[in-house]
């Protein structure tokens, strides 16, 4: 609080890092060993209440994040000395 208004500050994600690390010293990936031939008849679809689940929890995190995408675009920051 301050004489003359309230300040909140609130970072809910960082999508970036501040500093981004130089590509050097990113490690290098280890190449794996290929994985054995699936046979398509041990593929099993998932139920379809987890299907729904996965769509609904997608469009819900859509709308969060076009939300705080709002917000920022309409933030006003005033910094006082």
Do not use: H, W
């Amino acid at each position: 609080m301050s004489p003359g208004g309230a300040v909140i500050l609130i970072v809910c994600k960082r999508d970036v890092p501040m500093i981004e690390p130089p590509p050097e010293a990113e490690p290098q990936p280890v190449a794996a060993p290929a994985p054995p031939p699936i046979d398509p008849k041990d593929i099993k679809m998932p139920p379809r209440e987890e299907i729904e689940r996965d769509l609904i929890n997608e469009r819900a995190d859509l709308l969060a994040r076009r939300y705080l995408r709002d917000l920022r675009r309409t933030a006003f920051v005033e910094i006082r000395n």
